[in-house]
């Protein structure tokens, strides 16, 4: 079983709306990386892969337009924790070989990073 911990606690706990928009942007951007990889022996539907990797990519855009409107002084900072969080799942892929559990682990984690941002950009939306 992965065991990745760290991501959970900067998602939930950052503090700032520019930092929870760059954690959105962030993760997107790893998960629309995923989406963008030869699936292999996935059994993901192809056609429901590239349709969720268009929406993130709309997504990302429009985050980067949220980033822009904040002004030069808030630059995209690199989030370690994010990082090192899908460093890990592409390592554990890269170790199961690329097998069909691990593209599920990965598709699960994925979901759950999903429902984290609905609920970041819920309480974005609460303050503004």
């Known amino acids: 079983m992965l065991k990745v911990t760290g991501l ?16 959105l942007h962030q993760t ?19 056609d429901m892969v590239e349709n969720l990797r268009l929406l993130l990519d709309r997504q990302l855009s429009e ?6 409107k ?12 994010i990082h090192n969080y899908f460093r890990k799942l592409e390592k554990f892929r890269n170790q199961e070989k690329f097998s ?7 598709r699960t984690e994925t979901r759950a990073r999903l429902q984290q941002m609905l609920f970041i950009m819920l309480q974005i939306s609460r303050r503004n």
Request: aromatic share 4%.
């Open 8 to 23: 959970q606690n900067v998602i939930l706990y950052s503090v700032q709306t520019q930092d929870r928009i760059q954690t």
């Open 28 to 46: 997107l951007h790893h998960i629309s990386k995923i989406c963008s990889m030869n699936l292999g022996s996935a059994t993901w539907d192809r």
């Open 63 to 68: 985050l980067e337009e949220c980033v822009r």
């Open 70 to 81: 904040q002004g030069s002084e808030h630059k995209m900072r690199r989030n370690t924790a």
């Open 100 to 106: 069909d559990c691990a593209w599920e682990i990965i």
